[in-house]
Antibody, heavy 125, light 107 residues
């Protein structure tokens, strides 16, 4: 079964850091780009960051550029999001998502065909 | 930066009716890279359509996508009770790839 499981969310004070993880199973992880997408309470979907299969192409939303860092470990079938200098507006449910295009040279996003259930990040003092 | 605008914001329909959702891009988008998602309350999004018109695995044929250039459409031919949800379009290669969503609610 193809599965993505996020972890690492929680309550954190403004200005602090948090690292999210996503464990992938059921597919050849290093064939696909991967993404983080977030959803603030009651709001729509916001793409946060994407990384190509070999980490050679990485992109960020303007709202997180310079504060968040995406990475992956293909040997561990894992995706990460290091979030620094957190702000109240980063409060959201963070989804890990698999890109649907095999071997894509760039991070895309092309389309996202598998999603995790998400992990909640709350930034508050 | 290409921006996707979805309309209407909310669509009030009855089961059995046809739903037509619009996604308009501020500049031309490659049809190869336009996708649609469904999201129900408390659930992760689910891919419905990719490449503007290709149904994802397991998606019923009452869902169809069409369009090119700047205008794309998701059509649900006959609404089933489980289709009442929020729908998002998404394009490739922008740092704002998602539209703002259309909520399909029961009339």
């Amino acid at each position: 079964e193809v599965q993505l499981v996020e972890s690492g969310g929680g309550l954190v004070q403004p200005g602090r850091s948090l690292r999210l993880s996503c464990a992938a199973s059921g597919f050849t992880f290093d064939d696909y780009a991967m993404h983080w997408v977030r959803q603030a309470p009651g709001k729509g979907l916001e793409w946060v960051s994407g990384i190509s299969w070999n980490s050679g192409s990485i992109g960020y939303a303007d709202s997180v550029k310079g504060r968040f860092t995406i990475s992956r470990d293909n040997a561990k079938n894992s995706l990460y999001l290091q979030m620094n200098s957190l702000r109240a507006e980063d409060t959201a449910l963070y989804y890990c998502a698999k890109d649907g295009l095999v071997g894509a040279p760039k991070f895309g996003p092309y389309y996202m065909d598998v999603w995790g259930k998400g992990t909640t990040v709350t930034v508050s003092s | 930066e290409i921006v996707l605008t979805q309309s209407p914001g909310t669509l009030s329909l009855s089961p059995g009716e046809r739903a037509t959702l619009s996604c308009r891009a501020s500049q031309s988008v490659s049809s190869s890279y336009l996708a649609w998602y469904q999201q129900k309350p408390g659930q992760a999004p689910r891919l419905l359509i990719y490449g503007a018109s290709s149904r994802a695995t397991g998606i019923p044929d009452r869902f169809s996508g069409s369009g090119s250039g700047t205008d794309f459409t998701l059509t649900i031919s006959r609404l089933e009770p489980e289709d009442f949800a929020v729908y998002y379009c998404q394009q490739y290669g922008s740092s704002l790839p998602f539209g703002q969503g259309t909520k399909v609610e029961i009339k």
